[in-house]
């Protein structure tokens, strides 16, 4: 259902909170849908954003929404490649989804959760407790991998030939081999939620559940500690040429280096679209623009060049509800902002003075 928020109303909340209304959220429209947003991905020719109560809406330029009713609880994690679509809810379900609403079941671990899902070319893995259960277009059954607690994060490396698991104590990757998978260990103390390989393959990071984000230079396990966060982080990604590690987490968007041999080791990171004293939640790399967009608690987003330099442009103003999950059109044309309370801005993203500098 179309929202029935006047922007009276918005205006009024956002001088009290901090940043106006925008003129990409004039341009946009609003939705509220009742239940909070748990995630989103762009997947095939459109952007699907996941809920609280377990549906699913799929948003393309031009068109209406559509809504697939998926999971029988919240969605808990979602993830996509190409045109394939993977969620993992606390009804214990593993769902694939293609975006004109075909459903598949991978997997059904009854009362346990499905915490994290990851996917790309030909491979799904998702997780349930210490239990990693891995689909390959190669074989008819899922393999499945135990690990020593349960798992917070996976992510494939971008061919495909690795998975990371992280957990407490550090990070498992499992290596696909001619024959089997093969395992090593990245330790570190401390539980490890949402991680990720480098672009091109040479490093390793994770969120850990302290303020901090954790890598290691993968050919010797060598420790990068990235510590001093005010909040803890809850999302991150890779933006810019160089390329940059993209952190939430704190009043700004932290942006580590991590070209060359060292990457960030003995490096201070880049800061960009600092937003008051507010704290940044969701972050999403514009790429091929040097930018990002950095989400906040307040329901602010902000699109900054990767240049402390430049000022940054206000997308979204503020609402009272923090970013939760943000994601772009294949086009690039258009961009989806979900928020705690339930609220979906899809916003038509234009050219330089189609923004409003009001930060």
Known sequence: MQSGVTSTTVDRTAKRIGISETEVERRGLKYELGAPVTGAATVGDAVAVGFGDGSIRFF?????PSVQQSHLGVILCMAAYQDVLVTGGDDGRCLKITPNGIMQELADFDTKWVDCVAATQGLVACSSGKNVQLW?????????????????GLSFDVRGQRLAVAHYGGVTVWERTKRKWKSSTFAWKGFHGAVTFSPD?????????????????????????MSGYPAKVKSFAWAGDTPFLVTSGADEAICWPFDGKNGPM????????????????????????DAVFAGFRDGSVLLAKLDETVDPIAIRGSSGAEITAMALSPSKSHLAIGDAKGNVLWAPLGTGAAYERNV
């Open 136 to 152: 390959s277009a190669r074989q008819s059954k899922p393999i499945n991998f135990v690990h020593s607690s349960t798992v917070g």
């Open 266 to 289: 003995e490096r201070s990171p880049l800061c960009v679209a600092h937003n008051r004293k507010q704290i940044a939640t969701c972050v999403l790399a514009l790429q091929n623009e």
């Open 201 to 225: 393959g040479k490093y390793l990071v994770s969120a850990m559940q302290e303020n901090a984000v954790h890598g290691w230079r993968i050919r010797d396990k060598a420790n990068l500690a």
């Open 60 to 64: 393309r330029p031009g068109q209406k």
